[in-house]
């Protein structure tokens, strides 16, 4: 069971006008909490109502091994050598 919690949006402004967005979320995956953070400016395009979303991916799911080579690509060593490997789609 995955438990996501939002922790905060927080919104500031620097001298330059430019606005700095700063999401932040956990999630919770077999008893091990994951904190997610996201730092932008307004000049990224981001809507600033934005929401950070965050899921596992699992073996078996899309995506899942395409990940896991790339992994391993940029690692140096073959997917049957990545020992452990926890993937978050954000």
Known sequence: M??????????????????????ETTIEIEGLTYKVTATY?????IPVDAKLNVSELNVGDEGYLAYLNNTADT?????????????LDI
């Open 41 to 45: 400016d307004s000049r990224s395009g």
């Open 75 to 87: 690692l140096g060593v073959s997917s049957g050598e990545v020992g452990y490997l926890r993937l």
């Open 2 to 23: 995955h438990n996501l919690t939002k922790k905060f949006a927080l919104l500031c402004c620097s001298a330059s006008g430019i606005t700095e967005t700063i999401l």
